[in-house]
């Protein structure tokens, strides 16, 4: 106990950082604040994270500010702390001096988030947010999707958590065309999980195309006259982490060459995201100028002649104009491979360059433009009154003349709805099992929606792809806590203690955290699929479905050789979940806590056979991030010489999988028989440095290859003889079955979780010794093994799709 103390002791660093940091603090200053009453009439309108004060936000605001009937509400701004002086610069341009700027997770911020009764974004509140009973929120987004969003952005499919669950706290969702709304709905996994209102109508921000007279006066007080002005928005090339610095330059460097090409009467003025603003040296340019603080962005929009971008729904918005627009888009290819794109440039209308001296051309020309009836199903909704009929909606008597609503509710599927934490989605067997599980389920009887934690993904991302067919949703952000809520975790994660007190205030916790993820979801069930993961432990404990975990593997003995289990967490899903569910026979006796057994149920895996031979028959590939002791060249001309036997293990580099004892088995094989070759596969794993450094310094060196981080095993495994398993403890590993589906041998140590399988005749059981395995591998590569007995795929795979059903019968 004094140990877990001292352990508590040590983590004092880790909460001061907490403290020092303004997120983290806004955390616990917005949960004092959510157990206080609405402040009704109030309304907190923010746009694009606080970065300024613009578009369909700023349009509202200035409906609800200068109508009489909205002279009830008190309005406030959300500011970044960056940009609050340019908000405030906004705001005076528009007579709205008046309206309190605040700062986004002060004090004062947290207070409204918490409490304002009307919540108004064109992007997306902080991950701490949590609508609560009483506050209606209208989410307007902030264009037509010509770029991938959500799910389909190729390099971040894993980043939009935190978009997705505040769409899901909306109670109005904004789109301005049928085409978005489709999107939308697809992008972020909507159906069946939205239970607002989605609302098809013109933009706000769109209604200054309509204002000719604004356009006039903006244009005389900037010296406009006998001037043609170009107005250029490139796309922001970074991601919700990162900025891309190159993108950044190669804008510089085009606006200079257009500063210095340009005709004296024309003018570029250039809107650029937050973070590239500082890279382009405005100062220093005659023509090129930066978008004015003082004007609104599509205000100083309107008054410019021509609309110069990329891949920025701007094109649509300001197609409403009828004024030239020029795409300038010098990496096409390579932004369309990195991010994905829903139209083809090619299908646009508008004249398209892709060298900064073709734009320059372009510009010169002006060509006129002739894309109206083709940007038709994008525009027909835009008008001058989108402002007043979305505010009469939301804020005033609920009227919606001139747009369609569409219930969220009618796009469910009316299926019982199972979330599954699939976990990090490592390429290992629990993700290869779970991807046959999904392939081959009753899609009809249950919609299945993974989930998972957005960092735990992150360097596996790519496998989400893999899952195309399913929707998911992401573990974003942190829990809203108090400060003594924060004490008690440590108390409890850290000091292994759990007196009524701690339990008491997990019990609120995670209840909160609940809300928070999955606002207005109710599922019928709740998998955690990975099975180890604590935090999932705790928080499927207090959710309302029927309650499941997977035992992958012997828990006891991970337990006891890894330490890696919060064995507290374990005994509180052991005690709430309702089904404890083993992948094979025999694991009653390796439960950590037997007295748990009357909640086993069995469920094996299933196995994907057609899709393991069609991936056998795909060349050898490596993946980006494949480490390999041979090349893919060598290691192909390996595969294809004649007269070897080849081994191979395809297991994770941990010590429980003993490859070092593997190893040393092929070296005695190699004694007597050279002929042989040793393949080792792993994703990941701490032992990885040490099996790589054995198998350097074996005398039978170029004789074994090892590989990690390998997609596509099978045209590996189709090319080898026999399968070796040596671990100390398995579970009932998909490798195996993968074998059997392409007619290998399988050796494997005798262990409780092959043998029950294996002993039915499917392969040869060894002792755990050296000599034991070595003797196996040298029978096998003689061809002394008996015959074994023929795997049926699809008989196994009837059994583990009624154990399967039989997990969600009434018990």
């Known amino acids: 106990m004094a140990a877990n103390w001292k352990t508590l002791w040590a983590k004092r660093k880790k909460v001061w950082k907490i403290f020092r940091n303004p997120w983290q603090r806004a955390r616990f200053r917005y949960h004092r604040q959510s157990q206080k009453p609405l402040l009704k009439n109030t309304v907190l309108l923010e746009s694009y994270a606080g970065s300024s004060i613009s578009g369909n936000v700023y349009y509202l605001l200035l409906e609800l500010f200068q109508k009489p009937e909205y002279a009830h509400l008190s309005l406030f701004v959300a500011s970044s702390r960056q940009a609050q002086a340019h908000v405030c610069a906004e705001l005076r341009y528009a007579g709205l001096q008046q309206i309190p700027v605040v700062p986004i997770h002060s004090r004062r911020y947290c207070r409204l988030l918490a409490r304002a009764e009307y919540l108004v974004n064109n992007a997306t509140f902080p991950t701490y947010l949590i609508k609560r009973k009483g506050q209606i929120y209208l989410n307007t987004w902030h264009g037509t999707p010509l770029k991938t969003l959500g799910r389909d952005i190729r390099n971040a499919p894993n980043e939009l958590g935190n978009t997705q669950r505040n769409f899901l706290m909306a109670d109005y969702l904004l789109y301005p065309n049928r085409f978005t709304f489709e999107?939308?709905?697809?992008?972020?996994?909507?159906?069946?999980?939205?239970?607002?209102?989605?609302?098809?109508?013109?933009?706000?921000?769109?209604?200054?195309?309509?204002?000719?007279e604004l356009r006039r006066r903006i244009r005389m007080a900037c010296g406009f006259e006998g001037k043609q002005i170009y107005a250029y928005l490139p796309t922001w090339r970074g991601t919700l982490r990162r900025r891309d610095p190159a993108a950044a330059d190669r804008i510089a460097n085009l606006l200079a060459q257009l500063d210095r090409t340009l005709p004296e009467n024309t003018l570029v003025f250039t809107k650029l995201h937050n973070l590239d603003r500082g890279s382009v040296p405005f100062a220093q340019f005659q023509r090129v100028k930066p978008f004015p603080e003082d004007y609104e962005t599509y205000a100083f929009l309107a008054a410019t002649d021509c609309l110069i971008t990329d891949y920025s729904s701007v094109l649509f918005d300001f197609a409403v104009t009828g004024r030239p627009i020029l795409l300038y888009c010098e990496d096409a290819a390579e932004y369309a491979a990195a991010r994905g794109m829903y139209l083809h440039l090619e299908d646009f209308p508008f004249p398209r360059a892709e060298t900064p001296e073709a734009l320059c051309a372009l510009i010169q020309q002006c060509p006129a433009p002739a894309y109206q009836e083709a940007m038709r199903p994008y525009t027909e909704r835009q008008d001058a009154d989108a402002a007043a009929r979305l505010c009469r909606l939301v804020f005033g008597d609920g009227v919606a003349e001139g747009m369609e609503r569409i219930d969220g509710d009618a796009y469910g599927s009316g299926k019982e709805q199972v979330l599954l934490f699939a976990g990090s989605l490592q390429k290992n067997g629990i993700t290869a099992a779970l991807q046959s599980l999904l392939s081959l389920i009753d899609r009809e009887k249950r919609e299945v929606i993974l989930l998972f934690h957005a960092r735990g993904v992150e360097k596996n991302k790519s496998a989400i792809m893999q899952f195309s067919a399913w929707n998911y949703m992401v573990i974003q952000g942190a829990k809203v806590l108090s400060y003594w809520d924060l004490f008690c975790r440590a108390v409890y994660f850290y000091g292994n203690r759990e007196p009524w007190w701690v339990q008491k205030s997990f019990e609120r916790v995670y209840r909160r955290e609940i809300d928070r993820l999955f606002p207005g979801c109710t599922f019928s069930a709740e998998i955690h699929y990975s099975g180890y993961e604590r935090e999932i432990m705790q928080l499927f404990s207090r959710m309302k479905g029927k309650k499941l975990i997977y035992l992958h593997s012997n828990l006891a003995a991970e337990a006891k050789q890894k330490g890696n289990l919060h064995l507290p967490s374990v005994e509180t899903a052991y005690r709430c979940f309702d089904r404890l569910v083993a992948i094979r026979e025999?694991?009653?006796?390796?439960?950590?806590?037997?007295?748990?057994?009357?909640?086993?149920?069995?469920?094996?895996n299933p196995i994907d056979a057609a899709e393991i031979r069609r991936c056998a028959l795909l060349p050898l590939r490596f993946d980006p991030d494949t480490e390999s002791t041979l090349s893919q060249e060598a290691l192909q001309a390996q595969l294809k010489r004649p007269g070897i036997h080849r081994f191979i293990s395809i297991a994770r580099f941990s010590p429980e999988k003993r490859l070092d004892r593997l190893i040393e088995a092929f070296e005695r094989v190699?004694?007597?028989?050279?002929?042989?070759?040793?393949?080792?596969?792993?994703?990941?794993?701490?032992?990885?440095?040490?099996?790589?450094?054995?198998?350097?310094?074996?005398?039978?060196?170029?004789?074994?290859?090892?590989?990690?981080s390998l997609g596509n095993v099978f045209p590996i495994l189709a090319a080898c003889d026999t399968f070796v398993l040596s671990s100390d403890y398995e579970g009932l590993p998909v490798t195996i079955l993968e074998s059997l589906v392409l007619k290998k041998t399988v050796l494997a140590t005798e262990i409780e979780g092959p043998r029950a399988f294996l002993s039915q005749g499917y392969g040869v059981l060894t002792p755990k010794t050296v000599s034991g395995l070595a003797a196996a591998m040298k029978d096998a590569a003689d061809g002394k093994l008996p015959d074994m007995r023929t795997f049926d795929p699809e008989a196994f795979n009837r059994q583990a799709l009624q154990e399967w059903e039989a997990l969600f019968a009434e018990s």
């Open 586 to 604: 025999g694991m009653q006796k390796e439960l950590l806590y037997p007295q748990a057994a009357k909640k086993l149920a069995l469920a094996h």
């Open 183 to 212: 999107i939308m709905r697809r992008a972020y996994m909507l159906d069946s999980l939205y239970h607002g209102q989605y609302v098809l109508s013109g933009y706000p921000r769109n209604a200054v195309f309509f204002q000719p």
């Open 670 to 708: 190699c004694r007597t028989t050279p002929d042989c070759f040793l393949i080792l596969i792993g994703g990941y794993g701490p032992a990885y440095g040490e099996v790589c450094k054995q198998a350097e310094q074996s005398a039978c060196a170029a004789k074994i290859a090892i590989l990690r």
